[in-house]
């Protein structure tokens, strides 16, 4: 028997790998727009990143990240430890329902989130950089000054969790205690005082203004939750001052710096004010 030459086997190579390349490249222009059957190409997916983040819908992160609300916490540890049985201090105010949850979830579809807030993954995520974790690593970098100094996070923390998980300014509010103290003088009621000041809040597009007047008129424990009763920061947001009816004209100290309308980003229309 006679064995084939081998410039057939070549031959016969390479019309494999054309065709497996042809198949290959078919079922890729056929995936959903967004979908890259790469990892390395999908971590460098221009989506992450600015300009086309700030155009990215919920539903176009999902179609890859879907872990981040279908996956959630284990009921047992596997040391043992109940989830149930060990719930936080801040796990433990009126509003808190249901079992433990993962922080997107909790963010994002939970019931008080559904109802409070309109959260989307851009709200937070405003692009990263997958390229360097730490700034300044390379031995021949210029000099950082301490604002560098903050390793690559996918989220700016102090823009984003900071409005919702700063303390209460009681100095500034006038209040003569810290609120678990002080709130029995005031009927444990935000509304007491703020029926009648700072009564242009929340217009913005990832909360939900009118359902948060709502549950706050209720339940004092809905404000104080954004407002200093889950603070992970030793500080306040400098909040922007709107002027409300009835505004005195004299401007205190502490407010002469600060903006009077929310953030540019989350603005939402006067027609769609609720
Ligand atoms: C084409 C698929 C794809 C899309 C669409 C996508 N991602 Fe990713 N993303 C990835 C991959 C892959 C990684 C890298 C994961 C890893 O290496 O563990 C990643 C990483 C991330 C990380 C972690 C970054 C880090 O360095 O720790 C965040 C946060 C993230 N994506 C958010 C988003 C958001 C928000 C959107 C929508 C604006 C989005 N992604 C859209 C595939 C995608
Ligand atoms: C309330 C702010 C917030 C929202 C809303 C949010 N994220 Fe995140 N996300 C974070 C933070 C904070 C981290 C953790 C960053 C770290 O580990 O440094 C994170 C981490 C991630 C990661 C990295 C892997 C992981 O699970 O830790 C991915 C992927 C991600 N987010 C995708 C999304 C997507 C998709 C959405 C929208 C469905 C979304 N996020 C909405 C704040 C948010
Ligand atoms: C718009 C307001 C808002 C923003 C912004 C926000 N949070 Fe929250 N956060 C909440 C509310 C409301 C809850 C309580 C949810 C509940 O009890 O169901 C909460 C709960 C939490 C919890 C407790 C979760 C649990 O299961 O007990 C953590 C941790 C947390 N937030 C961290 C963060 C971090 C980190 C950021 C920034 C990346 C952030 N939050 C941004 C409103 C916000
Ligand atoms: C005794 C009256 C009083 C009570 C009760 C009260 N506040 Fe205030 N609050 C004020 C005053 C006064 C200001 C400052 C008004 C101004 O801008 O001049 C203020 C300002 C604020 C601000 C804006 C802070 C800033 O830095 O711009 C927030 C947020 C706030 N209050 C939330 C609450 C919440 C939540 C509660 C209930 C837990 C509450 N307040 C209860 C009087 C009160
Ligand atoms: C889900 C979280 C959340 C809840 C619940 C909440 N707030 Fe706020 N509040 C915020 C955020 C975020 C801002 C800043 C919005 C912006 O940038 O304009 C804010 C702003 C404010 C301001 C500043 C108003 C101004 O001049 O712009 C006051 C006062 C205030 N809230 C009081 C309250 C009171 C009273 C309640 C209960 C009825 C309450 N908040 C419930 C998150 C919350």
Not at 60 to 66: G, S, T, V, Y
Request: hydrophobic share 35%.
């Amino acid at each position: 028997m006679s064995r084939p030459h081998p410039a057939l086997w070549l031959l016969a190579l390479a019309l494999l790998v054309t065709a497996v390349g042809a198949l290959l490249g078919g079922w890729i222009a056929e995936r959903p727009a967004g979908l890259v059957p790469d990892h390395l190409r999908a971590t460098y997916d221009p989506i992450h990143f600015k300009p086309a983040i700030e155009q990215a819908t919920d539903e176009q992160c999902l179609a890859c990240h879907r872990e981040v609300l279908d996956d959630t916490v284990r009921e047992t540890s596997p040391a043992g430890v109940r989830a149930a049985a060990s719930l936080a201090w801040y796990q433990q105010t009126s509003t808190y329902v249901g079992g433990q949850e993962t922080f997107h979830r909790r963010h994002l579809v939970t019931p008080l989130a559904r109802e409070l807030m309109d959260l989307r993954c851009t709200t937070c995520h405003q692009g990263h950089d997958p390229r360097e974790e730490a700034p300044g690593s390379s031995a021949s970098a210029v000099p950082l000054t301490s604002q560098d100094f903050t390793l690559r996070k996918p989220v700016n923390v102090e823009t984003t969790c900071l409005m919702c998980h700063g303390q209460l300014p009681v100095q500034l509010m006038g209040l003569p205690a810290p609120w678990p103290e002080a709130k029995a003088m005031f009927g444990n009621d935000c509304l007491t005082c703020h029926a009648a000041i700072r009564t242009h809040r929340h217009q913005v597009s990832y909360l939900k203004a009118a359902a948060i007047e709502a549950a706050g008129a209720k339940n004092s424990d809905v404000c104080y939750g954004c407002h200093g009763g889950r603070a992970w920061y030793r500080i306040s947001y400098p909040y922007p001052r709107h002027a409300w009816p009835g505004m005195p004209a004299d401007v205190p100290d502490w407010a002469k710096d600060r903006p009077s309308e929310s953030e540019a980003r989350f603005q939402r229309p006067a027609t769609a004010r609720p």
